[in-house]
């Protein structure tokens, strides 16, 4: 019995030391994180959300904006445009620069498909400095406003890589397009809510100088099952993630674009309907 407790007492002694450690090293982590240089904007105050009925079918949505605003100050990296990587965060491209860093996708062999051959699903925005290079990490904690009047359909978690914010827009055809913001934090809404054009729904979440804003367009609500049996996304780990992954792939060329699943290029969308 005695020997017993004091096992249990040393458990618990080993448990503490273990949390303890972890905390110190999470709290370097995060000063180290600090240390890069950047002073993170103030956050915005954050709206207090009026009572509403969850769920109400969204009220059509007959003008759109941009989510980061004024949208001239935010833009995609271009590679020869904004500075000289190799990396291009526009709608549709790929990112040789990428190398061969795995994602979701497996090719017939069930060897992964590297990151440089990936569609980009989305288009990346960060802050634009006076010249219209990237200004590295400004758009940290910069608000993110709703495209236009919608319902808010999910809010995710993705970890280090922030939440993630999905919302359901009726067009006057009766159609339904959806804007999807990544690598966003502090969300005031939550699923179920309507919002109006323009309304903050989140804020950038800070992941230092690479803070963006990954902002779709598609007309399917979630990615759940996007990539059908026996394609590249379907025979990895793509499937199943409600938010999408970001990117498409498939060994048919003819299916890799975003543009083959549903997604529409979110700058030339809103530039229509402004
Ligand atoms: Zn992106």
């Not at 969850?54 to 941009?66: G, I």
């Not at 989510?67 to 445009?81: C, D, E, F, I, R």
């Not at 990396?87 to 979701?104: F, I, M």
């Not at 990895?236 to 299916?255: E, I, K, L, S």
């Amino acid at each position: 019995m005695e020997d017993q407790e004091t096992g249990c007492g040393r458990a618990l002694i080993k448990v503490l030391a273990v949390l303890i450690g972890l905390c110190v090293v999470v709290g370097i982590w995060g000063a180290v994180g600090k240390l890069d240089g950047l002073l993170p904007r103030a956050l915005p105050t954050f709206p207090t959300a009026a009572p509403f009925t969850p769920w109400p079918t969204p009220a059509v949505a007959a003008t759109f904006d941009f989510p980061l605003l004024p949208a001239g100050s935010y833009g995609p990296y271009v590679q020869g445009v904004t500075g000289p990587l190799a990396v291009d965060t526009r709608y549709g491209t790929q990112n040789p620069a990428q190398g061969d860093r795995a994602n979701c996708f497996r090719d017939g062999d069930g060897g992964a498909v590297p990151f440089s051959r990936l569609y980009h699903a989305g288009v990346d925005l960060f802050a634009r400095d006076g010249s219209g290079g990237i200004a590295w990490g400004e758009a940290t904690h910069a608000p993110v406003h709703a495209v236009a009047t919608g319902v808010v359909v999910f809010v995710l978690d993705a970890g280090q890589e922030g939440q993630v914010v999905g919302i359901e827009h009726r067009l006057a055809d009766g159609s339904a397009v959806y804007s999807v913001y990544w690598h966003v934090s502090h969300v005031p809404v939550q699923a179920g809510q309507p919002v109006t054009l323009g309304q903050m729904i989140a804020v950038v979440h800070d992941m230092g100088l690479n803070s963006h804003l990954h902002w779709e367009m598609r007309t399917f609500r979630d990615g759940s099952d996007l990539f059908p049996a026996g394609t590249a996304g379907a025979r990895g780990t793509c499937n199943r993630q409600v938010a999408g992954v970001g990117y498409t792939w498939d060994d048919d060329p003819t299916r890799a674009h975003p543009d083959y699943y549903g997604y529409l290029d979110p700058s030339l969308f809103v530039e229509g309907r402004r």
